[in-house]
Structure formats: structure tokens, C-alpha cells
């Protein structure tokens, strides 16, 4: 990205100015020089057309952790008001509905859990159902899935599957309201029956870490965060059935874009008024993929659980978090110092409540929410809290941000040679898919300090501990 | 059915697929099959079980995507991979035939693909030939 197009308001924060006669909200980029510099433009054209969309309060924005995705950057973050005639965006959401970080604290420490990482992965792997082709050992049948649908994590813990005490650290306490199965296709419940507890391909993992810096004392304190402690990661989403009801109504918003008076410059931002039919309908069924993918994260959850009693007995693993990075909610927000109810777009970003927000559980309610960062797997994670004054409708990054293609990736790295090296560096990885392994090799990702460095600088959210991967099983 | 080797073109989360053919559907059908290459070296996919998959579309670009998340998604329910496609347009109707097998220990396991997106998208007659792309989640 050509920085002379932008005007630097701070030094992590720029605006894209307009050019006469175009029609547009703001532009807002958060992040360093650097990490805007290596950003495709086409980022920038994105977020350029997501301000012209009507209803939008605010500025359309961008995470430091920006990249080009489908209509919204990745990474980006929109709120609009339906009272104002807001839209609401397939593309701005993201196909793999409520993909987001289940982050587990234990009770083990690096030092002593060590000697025995080796049978840990291999434990994780034959319990953790990932990569293409691998179905789950759950086979719902259609009414399951419509509980699944409208219950979440519920559904889960009520079958066995994890604690009760997880929910109260689960965003919407594990059951997301509004959801309407009935609005989700046939096709999209048929390709869920064997894909509950599955981690997926691409960039989902199950990634053991451990604490290796601690940046915020008082807030690692209410995580329950310690240095040399070890930490779960488990990043997935809605699965198949996320992505059916994501491409089903892009294409039907394309369709009715021009019969809603919708006006948007390439069909990828096709979008509806929240207050339509067509909005509401397409509402129903994201609720309903979210608690698909709450319900997943939850079983995955149980499984790792499981698999870590097999090798540490007295292992107890706690919910610490579950963020979701690509959704849109409805919140309060103060605009112009009024409260406006808005539904805000999250495509590859987080949410980052602040402290005293009363979404927020007791436990963390004077310290902000945890975010989740995740980086790559031979780099690291972040865990951030929310700050109270966040200028981005309380959202921060999700993680690393691609800096190259798959295919150049492809052409740079060989997935064995990955993993051989990552084995020399401390770090453990099991996969089924050398190809996944190149494609998420740790250098196509940008510098993960980078961006987590910006997030804390832009007011996004505060770092609060580092975390170095240890095991990583590969989806 | 259209033989050549599937090409591609860059998007930085995910992966363009460009299907080329003398018709519109051999293009489709190129394009597919650039889709479950991406998922396994579909060479080594034996043809064992066929599929039917039918709709309706008149807009040639959506019936792309249609026609990808079709495929996509009955792969999915029926836990296969496909490596054979065969496509017909009559008007608005399309009607294909697929061939494949079942996930199993003896093919290569790739990356899956999830979904066939608007980004990117278009279906062109350029010369004697089509070109249909569009970018697929990965």
C-alpha cells in the first residue's frame, strides 16, 4: 500500500482522504507505517467501498492486522445503524461464521510437562478430527443439528461435552439469541452431521503454549496467566455449515441488491437493509452459525480435555476465553457522545470490551476483556485485554495477518522441511497435510510483535502475555 | 471434459481458480476441477460413485458459484472428494454429473475448500474460448 495516499493522524492511526466528488464515510487505518506499507491495496479499495454503504456510523476501519479478503478487508470492522437504513454484509462477516479462539489455562507448567510433548501431540492427533476429508466421531441427526443451532455451547455441555462452568467465559455465555435454524438450508445442516468437533483445514489449529512474557501483571492476574504456564488454543468456526448459509445468501443478496435499492461497486459487498426481510432473514441464520461454531469449539474443547488426562492425570484445564473474529452483533455504542444500538461488522477482528462493560464476566470485569491473538505456529500468540476508551467500536486484531499468498508460500517452503525445522526449534507439529504446512508457513505471516505492538499503541487493546507454541496440530 | 492443468491466480487469504474451456460449461468444469485439486492430486481419485447435481441459474457468474458450492457441499454431506465433471446448460437449467469416491487412507490430503466466493468473480467469452474464475475459501 502506497502510504502518500494517506493522511497520518497519529502515529498509528490514518485516514484515507477523499477524492472530489467521491461519496463516502470516513476511512480509518489503524497500525504502523510498516505493517500499512506491505498491505496489498486492495485493502485499501475494500474499506473504500465498505464506507460508501449506507447506514455506516462512524468510519469504516481497519485492524493492524489487515489483509485482502471478500468485499470487507479482513480485518475490518464496520457498524451501521438500522435505524438509519444500515446494511447488513455476508462479505462483512465472512463465510466461516464465528470462526474465532477457545483459549484454555492449565494447571502445568512448560518445564514439567515437557518429557512428555511428544505423546501429547500424538494423543491430541488421534483425538482432534482436522485436516480435509476428516469427519467427526459425532453423526447428528437433523433434529440435533437444529438444537445445535439454537442452543450453542449449551447444547454441548447438556450432552457431555465440557463444564458448565465454560459458558460464563464464552462470548453471549455460549448461546448467541436470534438464531432461526429454519433459515438455514438443508444442504448446510446435511454437511454439519459429521463435522461436529472437528478443527477444519487452512488456518485452524489445537496449539499447546506457554507463557513467556508477562506485560500487564494486574490483568494476567485476573486470566489466571503465569509465566511458564501452559495454554490451549483451539481456533476454529462454524465449519461446513457456516460457509453454506455464507455463500447461499451472498448470492441471494447479489440477486435482490438492485430490487432492495442497494448500490454497491462489485456484487462480493452484496448486503441488505438490517430492517428487510432478506436482512433479518440472513440474520437468523448467522445467529444460528454462530452457535454451530460455540457448540464446536465447546466439544473440541472437551476432546483436548480429554486428551491431556490420558497424559497428565492431574491436568485441569479452564476456560479462560471464547472470542469469535468474524460476526456481526448488535451493541451500544456512543457515537457523537449519543448511545446508538448498532450491529457491528467484525470480519477478522475481535472484540475488545473494555473494563466495567457488563457483558464481561466478574472475573475479568476490572480488567477488560481477553482478546486472542493468534500468530503463527512457529512465532507466537498474544492474549490483550479490552480498554475502556477503544476508538473502534471495541474491537482490536485477530491475529498475524497474511503477508503472502498461499501460492507463494507454496513456492517458498516444503511442508516436511516445516515441520523438521520447527522440530529443532522446541516445536511439535502434526498434520495430515504437508501442503496446509507450507501454505501456513510461519514466514507468510506478518511480524506477529508488530501487530500486537500496534494494536497496544492504536488504543485497541493492551498486551498482556506472550505466548510461545510448543505442540500444534495443524488443520 | 476439459483435461488441462488447472491454473490459479493470487489472493492473499485464499486461492483464485481460473476454469478454461471451448464452452461455458467445460469452463465450470475446469474450474471444479481446479477446486478438488486444491483439496488432493485428483488424478489419483477413482471414479466409483456419480452424482447428480441440478439447478437454475440465468446469471452465468452466480451459476459459478452455484455450481462450486454445490459440488462443495454434496462432497461434504457424502464425505467424498470428485474428480470427474460433467456439466450441461440448457436455458437457465445446468445439470451436471460428477464421479468420485470417498475419503480414504490412500489419497493425499491437501487443503480443504470451503466455499466459492463473489470475490474476483467472472465468466467471459474471449475468442473461441470461456475463462471462469472466481476466489475460493480456503
Known sequence: MNLSQLRQLQPYLWSLPRQPGEERADVLLYGSAPLLGSMDDKVLEQIANVAGLPGLAGAAMTMPDAHWGYGFPIGGVAAFDAEQGGVISAGGVGFDISCGIRCLRSNLDVGNALPEFGRLADTLFHAIPAGVGEEGHLKLNPAQIDQVLREGAHWAVNQGYGLAADLEYIEEHGRMSGSVPDNVSELAKKRQRGEMGTLGSGNHYLEIQGVEKIYDVAAASAFGLREGQIIVSIHCGSRGLGHQIGTEYLVMLAKAASRLGIRVPNRELA???????????????????????????????????????????????ETLFDVSHNTCKAEMHEVDGKPRLLHVHRKGATRAFG???????????????????????????????????????????????????????????????????????????????????????????????????????AGLARRVAFLRPKVCVKG | ?????????????????????????????????????????????????????????????????????????????????????????????????????????????????????????????????????????V
Not at chain 1, 475502556?388 to 474491537?395: E, G, M, V
Open chain 1, 271 to 317: 448486503c441488505a437493509p438490517i430492517q428487510s426481510p432478506e436482512g433479518q432473514q440472513y440474520i437468523g441464520a448467522m445467529n444460528a452459525g454462530i452457535n454451530c461454531a460455540l457448540a464446536n469449539r465447546q466439544i473440541l474443547t472437551h476432546l483436548a480435555r480429554t486428551a491431556f488426562a490420558q497424559v497428565y492425570p492431574k491436568a485441569n484445564l
Open chain 1, 355 to 457: 473494563p466495567g462493560h457488563p457483558m464481561l464476566p466478574e472475573r475479568y470485569r476490572d480488567v477488560g476483556q481477553p482478546v486472542v491473538m493468534g500468530g503463527s505456529m512457529g512465532t507466537g500468540s498474544y492474549i490483550l485485554a479490552g480498554n475502556r476508551a477503544n476508538p473502534a467500536f471495541s474491537s482490536a486484531s485477530h491475529g498475524a495477518g497474511r503477508a503472502l499468498s498461499r501460492h507463494q508460500s507454496l513456492a517458498r517452503w516444503h511442508g516436511r522441511q516445516l515441520v523438521d525445522e520447527l522440530a529443532r526449534q522446541g516445536i511439535l507439529i502434526r498434520t495430515r497435510s504437508m501442503r496446509g504446512v507450507a501454505e501456513e508457513a510461519p514466514g507468510a505471516y506478518k511480524d506477529v510483535d508488530l501487530v500486537a505492538e500496534a494494536t497496544e499503541q
Open chain 2, 1 to 137: 471434459m476439459a483435461t488441462q492443468s488447472p491454473p490459479y491466480f493470487e489472493h492473499d487469504a485464499d486461492i483464485g481458480v481460473i476454469g478454461r474451456g471451448a464452452t461455458v460449461e467445460q469452463a465450470f468444469e475446469a474450474a471444479a476441477q481446479a477446486v478438488f485439486a486444491i483439496m488432493t492430486p485428483v488424478d489419483a481419485v477413482q471414479p466409483r460413485a456419480t452424482v447428480s447435481i441440478e439447478f437454475e441459474e440465468a446469471d452465468s457468474e452466480l451459476a459459478l458459484v452455484t455450481w462450486l458450492n454445490l459440488l462443495l457441499g454434496k462432497a461434504r454431506e457424502l464425505d467424498m472428494v470428485f474428480s470427474r465433471f460433467h456439466l450441461q446448460r440448457h436455458g437457465d437449467k445446468w445439470n451436471g454429473e460428477v464421479s468420485g469416491e470417498r475419503w480414504n487412507d490412500s489419497l493425499e490430503r491437501g487443503v480443504e475448500v470451503k466455499g466459492a466466493t463473489l470475490t474476483m468473480l467472472s465468466v467471459k467469452q474471449t475468442g473461441g474460448s470461456w475463462d471462469a474464475r472466481c476466489v475460493v475459501d
